[in-house]
């Protein structure tokens, strides 16, 4: 793995709005002391570690300094800590069970959640205000082959168990090189980004630049759920050229408007973790064209965790384009073969829906302790799409996930939490996504089989999603007719539910 | 809108309002809001607390810190709070 640093880091949090900057050799230093420690808990080549750190010196330092201690990583995802609740400490078990780490890596001084203190052995990070000796970052050495695991990245699976995406160096490479020739990288750029590294956009937003020795600005996640501005107002002052989002970024800062700012270094934009519609680019690029954001900017992108990050994007400077009301994601990435098929994997024709498959160099083969596949597989990707003119454009999902500001939720976890709250028996409940392009978003709408209904068990419902999953439910209410669509075997069918519900039948 | 006072209702009456729009649950259009409710029993996450947020702001006239809300305010708070920003 080669890494081209830059001279220093940029990093912005709540302790540090205007931003600090912290040389390479201060990083580096940090993360071969990483690597001894790691080494003094006594592991080894192909051991795994979880992460629990803060966007900043020590993430970092813990990513490279399980790379040169030979370890994959694995950043913890979101729902790790979020709440103390049963099932959160349930799904908190089911990625410590699957990950199986040997230890797990946090700063100092930092009060681990509940759910995750005492499960594995904790090693504390030095505080990034504790000096240690700096390296020669062109000094370490990443002895890793094409075959090691880089990292897992937890996805939420369509059926609510933990799935970890296993990612190799070869794979990782040849996503990022993709992605990078794509968009034309070089040194000249500077990343700024606030997404989360347990997501696979967040991770990509440091590994990428770093690829091609460009700037990196990161942003501790939390600063910019607390004041979304930050991140325009960091593109400003460090004039950032390359960044990621969600589409809900945009609508939020379409709202939320920052002021005084000079996005005109700007040149690119991976938007992309959910679906992304028409009008929230519009909105954007109209409300931020007199701070100097150019046409061409915004890219809408697709992509996931099992294909380490990137298989479309659009090519730089070039605009978007709509097609039957949907967002065009660019022209597939070098390197993956792709094909649209129907339900029995004949391809469709052109410009016609089907489902996507991929297979490549970036494409992973299997998640881990799962059944691998081989490099001429093809992988699913759960999502339908079509292709015209040379660009990808994805209008639906057949997996059972709910997608809100870029984060993956479960069908079964939701319905799992609705039901729990009504003390109704399983499967009892259907949760689905409802497309709304003309508020230019996913409607999470969430149908029970209850037999009274009222307010008040919406209400429920409602308190129980966002307080253990943190998400808001758009629509909650009873089934017309009470049922909701079953198989055969009695298995509730979510698609067959949202197709009904769009038509107004259920 | 300023020199209005801010009550629970009135606060109510936004949400009611932000549902309208589909900026937050439908629930909300139908369901009593009272003084003990937070922004997150009413079911909102950080998306739906910002576009609250900005709602605020609109209707009192005066700028609001992006971490006005916390998600155990309660609706009380809310209104407590911004009746004294006056």
């Known amino acids: 793995m080669n890494i081209v640093w830059p001279e220093q880091f940029h990093f912005i949090g709540k302790s540090r709005p205007d931003s600090v900057a912290v040389p390479a050799a201060d990083i580096a230093g940090r993360a071969a002391h990483v690597a001894q420690i790691l080494r003094a808990q006594g592991c080894v080549p192909s051991d795994r570690i979880a992460m629990w750190v803060s966007e900043g010196e020590n993430q970092l330092a813990a990513m490279f300094g399980s790379w040169l201690a030979g370890v994959t990583f694995c950043v913890l995802p979101s729902f790790a800590g979020r709440t103390n609740t049963e099932r959160s400490q349930s799904r908190v078990d089911d990625v410590l069970s699957v990950l199986q780490p040997k230890c797990l890596l946090k700063t100092a001084g930092t009060q681990l959640p509940e759910n995750l203190a005492g499960q594995v052995p904790e090693l504390d990070l030095p505080t990034p205000d504790t000096a240690l000796d700096p390296v020669t970052p062109d000094t370490l050495v990443f002895d890793r082959g094409e075959e090691d695991i880089a990292f897992i990245q937890f996805t939420s699976g369509s059926t609510g168990g933990a799935k970890g995406a296993v990612v190799r160096f070869g794979q990782l490479q040849a996503n990022l090189q993709a992605i990078a020739d794509r968009v034309n990288m070089t040194a000249e750029d500077c990343m700024v980004s606030w997404a989360p590294l347990y997501h696979d956009m967040g991770l990509m937003a440091v590994l990428l630049p770093l690829s091609r020795g460009a700037g990196v600005v990161l942003m501790e996640t939390d600063h910019f759920v607390r004041r979304p501005i930050a991140w325009l107002e960091a593109i400003s002052r460090h004039r950032g050229t390359v960044t990621t989002a969600p589409p809900t970024a945009l609508k939020l800062l379409t709202r939320r408007k920052a002021k005084d700012v000079d996005l005109s270094s700007w040149r690119y934009a991976w938007i992309g973790g959910e679906m992304v519609f028409p009008s929230v680019l519009e909105a954007f690029e109209a409300e931020y064209g007199a701070a100097g954001l150019a046409k061409g900017v915004l890219q809408p992108t697709y992509g996931m965790a099992e294909t380490v990050v990137g298989i479309s994007c659009g090519e730089p400077g070039t605009n978007w384009l709509v097609e039957d009301g949907f967002a065009s994601c660019g022209p597939v990435l070098d390197g993956f073969e792709h094909r649209i098929v129907d339900e029995d994997g004949t391809p469709v024709g052109a410009d016609a829906r089907g489902y996507l498959h991929v297979r490549g160099p970036s494409v992973m083969r299997g998640y881990l302790g799962l059944e691998q596949f081989g490099p001429d597989d093809w992988f699913d990707t759960g999502d339908i799409a079509f292709e015209t003119g040379g660009r990808l454009y994805l209008t639906g999902r057949v997996k059972d996930v709910l997608k809100r500001g870029g984060e993956m939720f479960p069908a079964t976890v939701v319905e799992a939490v609705a039901e729990a709250a009504l003390e109704l028996r399983t499967g009892r409940a259907a949760a689905f996504s409802h497309l709304r392009p003309e508020l230019g978003k996913e409607e999470i709408v969430l149908l029970l089989e209850s037999r009274q209904w009222d307010d008040d068990q919406a209400r429920m419902v409602a308190g129980a999603v966002a307080r253990e999953l943190g998400l808001q439910l758009d629509v909650i209410r009873a089934a017309d007719g009470g049922r909701l669509p079953r198989t055969s075997s009695g298995k509730i069918m979510r698609q067959r539910a949202a197709a009904l519900y769009s038509e107004g039948q259920i | ?86």
């Open chain 2, 1 to 86: 809108m300023t020199g209005q006072t801010w009550t629970t209702e009135r606060v109510a009456e936004i949400l009611r309002a932000l549902a309208e729009e589909d900026e937050l649950p439908q629930h909300l259009l139908k369901a009593t809001i009272s003084d003990g409710d937070t922004v997150e029993t009413l079911g909102l996450d950080s998306i739906g607390a910002v576009a609250l947020i900005d709602r605020l702001e609109t209707e009192a006239g005066v700028a609001l810190p992006d971490d006005f809300l916390d998600f155990k305010d309660t609706v009380a708070d809310i209104a407590a709070r911004l009746a004294a920003m006056g």
